[in-house]
Structure formats: C-alpha cells, structure tokens
C-alpha cells in the first residue's frame, strides 16, 4: 500500500511513510503505509506489511517508556472513525488515533555506536557531529558512551541538518532542549538493555516529540522501528566492518552499489531485496516484542 484514502477523513498530511487524517480538533488518524524511502527519497517499491510492521513495533515501545514520557497515543480506535468497512480492514492495524500535538523543529537522535554517517564524521574530523571521540575507533565499535547528536527536521524531500546543542536550545529554548536531550537518552538506554536481553543491538535510532495545549512534552511520531533504528543481532556483531542489520540498512547498501544520485526518482527495488527487508524488519518485531 503505497497510497491511503479515508473517505470519511480529510487527509491533511502525507510524509515519506505516514499519512495523517484530521478527525477534530483533539484527534488525528496516523495511518502506516507500506511506502520506503532511503537517503530521504521516496522510493517506487513498497514493502508488502511494513506499515503494520512499524505501528505493531511503535505501539509496544510507547506503552513500554510511558512512565518516561507522555506520549501522542489515545485510546480511541479506527473503528469508531473510519466508516467505510473496505478502507477500515487495511486501516486498523497499520494506524493510531493520537492527540494533536505541535511538532518540535529537532529530531533527537541517539547514538550508542560508531556508524552510517557518525563514523564518516568521525573519520574526517575524530569527532561526530560535533563530540570529540577517542582516537582509533573502528567501524561499528560501541562508543565510551552514549551521544545526543541532534538535527533540523526537514520537510519531505529535502535532508535534515545535523545541529549542536546549543542550536535546540535557540530552537526550542533551554527547559526543552534539555528536556528532550533527557529524554531521549533515558529511553534509547532502557530500549537497548531490553533489546540487548533478546539479542539485538541498537546501534542508534532518532525521537521525535511535540507539546499539548499545556506545553508538555510529548513523545510522538514513531519509536525505535526497523526504520528509524539500526538492530543488529548480536550473533552476528563484529566491529571493523558494517554489521548485518534487521532494518533498512540492507535497503541503503544495495543503493550504495547502484549508480544512483540519490535524488528523485529513486529506482525500482528488486523483488527479493524487498522480500529480504521484509523478513529482516518481522524479525527485529518478534525478537524484540517478545
């Protein structure tokens, strides 16, 4: 499922994977879809099930870190919304009724081992994004401890921007910088023990959040999916080269080989590059929510 229609909701945004639908002024219908993008491009090939896959993933960690943070979950379902009983079967376990919320600018993204674009930083600078690291580090070690590297949220199509600190705080202003900073770290660190208990490693992965009408932060979007995480098994983990993944990274690596720019449109993905990424991604589902 490329493409979504609620008839009975105004779809009022689409991004790279998620659709959102208006119900009033409080609620809104996030809907999953099955959509793939990689280097920020929407790519023509979808993934038969990913968006039940990320919502199934997203819903168990939510529940898991509420005593953190709030989160944008209701516990309103689609069935009480959606009125068309076609659109309702594919809609109702690939979607979420959530509060609205506003968006913050910062995409919070966490760090707890030397990779992707983290290690191209660290090679020409010995830092990443900004944080001095120790000398002589190999692809794929884990870092002396866990990084906060922040970036802009950019809008579809176009690539977010890493950012310092100091930046969210003239983005968001000090009591949420610190906030989210907090946050962020707290949680990645308890998602990777219990991950780590069942046999993955979560190398890095990226929050969002946004405020209620009171101004309390919100964890909100997705959290910890196949595609906005890397999950390596740790059977298979060995630092000096890049590890084999349960996530899209097996998607990246095929592009990297193709000559490709990296702009739109993105190529056509072969069928069994999509049937591996499947099974990768229900792998990292069932290890971890089990």
């Given at each position: 499922?490329?493409?979504?229609?609620?008839?009975?909701l105004?779809k009022?945004?689409s991004?790279?994977?998620?659709?959102i639908?208006?119900?009033n002024?409080?609620l809104?219908l996030?809907?999953?879809?099955?959509r793939l993008?990689?280097?920020?491009?929407i790519?023509?090939?979808?993934?038969?099930?990913?968006?039940?896959?990320?919502?199934t993933v997203?819903?168990?960690?939510?529940?898991m870190?509420?005593?953190?943070?709030?989160?944008?979950?209701?516990?309103?379902?689609?069935e009480?919304?959606?009125?068309?009983?076609?659109e309702l079967?594919?809609?109702?376990?690939?979607s979420?009724?959530v509060?609205?919320?506003?968006?913050?600018?910062?995409?919070?993204?966490?760090r707890g081992?030397?990779?992707?674009?983290?290690?191209?930083?660290y090679?020409?600078?010995?830092?990443?994004c900004?944080?001095s690291?120790?000398?002589n580090?190999?692809?794929?070690?884990k870092l002396?401890?866990?990084i906060?590297?922040?970036?802009?949220k950019a809008?579809?199509?176009?690539?977010?921007?890493?950012?310092?600190y100091d930046?969210?705080?003239?983005?968001?202003?000090?009591?949420?910088a610190?906030?989210?900073?907090?946050?962020?770290?707290?949680?990645?660190?308890r998602?990777?023990e219990?991950a780590l208990?069942?046999?993955?490693?979560i190398?890095?992965?990226?929050?969002e959040f946004?405020l209620?009408?009171t101004?309390?932060l919100?964890?909100?979007?997705?959290v910890?999916?196949?595609d906005?995480?890397?999950?390596?098994?740790v059977?298979?983990?060995?630092p000096g080269?890049s590890p084999?993944?349960?996530?899209?990274?097996?998607?990246r690596?095929?592009?990297?080989d193709l000559k490709?720019n990296k702009?739109?449109?993105g190529p056509?993905?072969p069928?069994?590059?999509?049937e591996?990424?499947?099974?990768?991604?229900?792998?990292?589902?069932e290890?971890l929510t089990?």
């Open positions: 499922m490329s493409t979504t229609e609620i008839t009975s105004e009022i945004y991004g790279k994977v998620r659709d639908y208006a119900i002024d409080d809104l996030m809907l999953a879809s099955d993008s990689a280097f920020d491009v790519l023509p090939t979808p993934i038969t099930g990913k968006g039940e896959i990320l919502t997203s819903n168990f960690w939510f529940n870190f509420a005593d953190i943070l709030p989160n944008h979950l209701t516990k309103h379902t689609a009480e919304f959606v009125t068309d009983a076609e079967a594919y809609a109702q376990h690939r979420v009724i509060k609205r919320l506003k968006p913050l600018p910062v995409e919070a993204i966490v081992y030397l990779i992707g674009s983290g290690w191209k930083d090679q020409k600078t010995g830092e990443v900004g944080v690291l120790p000398a580090l190999q692809l794929a070690d002396p401890e866990v906060y590297t922040p970036s802009t809008a579809v199509g176009n690539h977010d921007i890493n950012i310092d930046e969210t705080v003239n983005l968001v202003g000090t009591e949420l610190e906030q989210i900073k907090h946050a962020s770290i707290t949680i990645y660190t998602a990777a219990h208990a069942r046999g993955i490693i190398a890095d992965t990226k929050f946004g209620d009408e101004g309390t919100h964890l909100m979007d997705e910890l999916t196949p906005s995480s890397r999950f390596w098994p059977d298979r983990y060995q080269s084999f993944s349960f996530d899209k990274q097996y998607i690596d095929y592009l990297e490709w702009q739109p449109p056509e993905i069928a069994e590059i999509i591996k990424t499947r099974e990768n991604y229900n792998r990292a589902v290890l089990q």
